[in-house]
């Protein structure tokens, strides 16, 4: 596909930090938010995030700056002060899914109402025997709301994670800041495969093995991991994706389903999972990974455009024309 550009990136192997300041903005976040989220009922926690977001002092401005630019060039029509709006919404929405965390500690947890939408789609991908692919949309919800939905309705996940899952990229944050994220959401899932970056290949063969058996197994969409990857067409711009789901797709004959995790206009933390991607196995592999990761794209900018506040992409989205694309 002449739009999809395969882009190759060298792994690395670095030893992480021992620690960095940013732990200590973190673990401060976590202490603030926990009294709240313990005592404040669900309902009130996205105006009490709004309101905190807008405090100042509290958000990182080059980053909120960046999502502002990102947002005002991708959707038609928007103010500076519309964008700049949704990008503090979606910092707030970040706030929100860390006092779902901390809620999930409180006695008797967090049990959200969940709605599933599209299971029909998954339980037909695991029927045919080959097991499924979810391809999960990075939105702000859908760490946690993705893996409590399925298990509610009795299907056993696989998810491939990575060290970093949750707030910090420190070897101090990956022992003791997040856990706070991985252990309520290890309680929805049959296993959690982490990604090792000096053996990849043994999280290849354990999500291979889960899906001869007839399993599911869940990836968060991103260019986080891996060296394979792809620029696709997003909104007028691109969008890096490693496409490690669809190569997964073709080795296995799994379904390769995309989940997008919401909350919707009603207000209610939504799950959808779309009819599969189609995949060309007659293709070149590189081809058929980068056409299902154009279609994958494609299909995001719905969601985008109606839940903009969620859609946590903003940072990584380059814009085509200030990249000097057609």
């Known amino acids: 596909m002449s739009t999809v550009a395969r882009l190759y990136r060298p792994r690395s192997l670095g030893a992480r930090p021992v620690w960095q300041t940013s732990d200590l903005a973190i673990a401060g976040s976590l202490l603030a938010l926990l009294p709240p989220a313990w005592l404040l009922s669900e309902r009130m926690w996205p105006h009490f995030c709004r309101a905190v977001c807008r405090v100042p002092g ?7 700056r960046r999502t502002t630019t990102s947002i005002q060039a991708a959707l038609a029509g928007m103010s500076p002060a519309q964008a700049a709006s949704i990008a503090l919404d979606l910092q707030a929405a970040v706030y929100e899914l860390r006092m779902q965390n901390l809620r999930c500690w409180r006695p008797g947890g967090w049990r959200p109402d969940i709605a ?11 029927e045919r025997g080959n097991g499924a692919i979810l391809w999960v949309a990075h939105f702000a919800f859908n760490s946690g ?10 299907h056993r996940v696989s998810h491939l994670s990575r060290p970093e899952h949750g707030f910090s990229k420190t070897r101090f944050g990956i022992a003791c800041l997040n856990p706070v994220r991985c252990i309520p959401e ?15 290949s043994t999280a290849m063969r354990r999500m291979v093995r889960a899906l001869h058996s007839g399993g599911v197994v869940s990836i968060t969409a991103g ?12 909104l007028g711009g691109t969008l890096s994706l490693a496409v490690g789901a669809p190569r997964l797709a073709l080795l296995t004959g799994a379904a390769l389903l995309p989940v ?10 939504t799950t959808v999972i779309e009819a599969p991607i189609g995949l060309s196995r007659d293709s070149v592999p590189a081809d058929a990974c980068g056409d299902a990761a154009a279609e994958y794209l494609e299909r995001h900018e719905p ?11 903003w940072k990584e989205w380059r814009n085509a024309v200030r990249l000097g694309h057609p």
């Open 303 to 313: 969601w985008i455009r109606q839940f903009p506040e969620q859609w946590r992409g």
């Open 223 to 234: 260019a986080w991991e891996g060296n394979g990857l792809v620029d696709a067409p997003l």
């Open 186 to 200: 290890d309680r929805h899932l049959a296993e959690r495969i982490v990604y090792d970056r000096t053996a990849p």
């Open 260 to 269: 997008f995790s919401v909350r919707n206009a009603e207000q209610r933390l």
């Open 58 to 64: 509290l958000v990182d401005r080059p980053t909120l």
């Open 145 to 154: 709301i993705t893996k409590v939905a399925l298990h509610n309705r009795g």
């Open 116 to 126: 599933l939408q599209g299971e029909e789609h998954l339980v037909r991908a695991i």
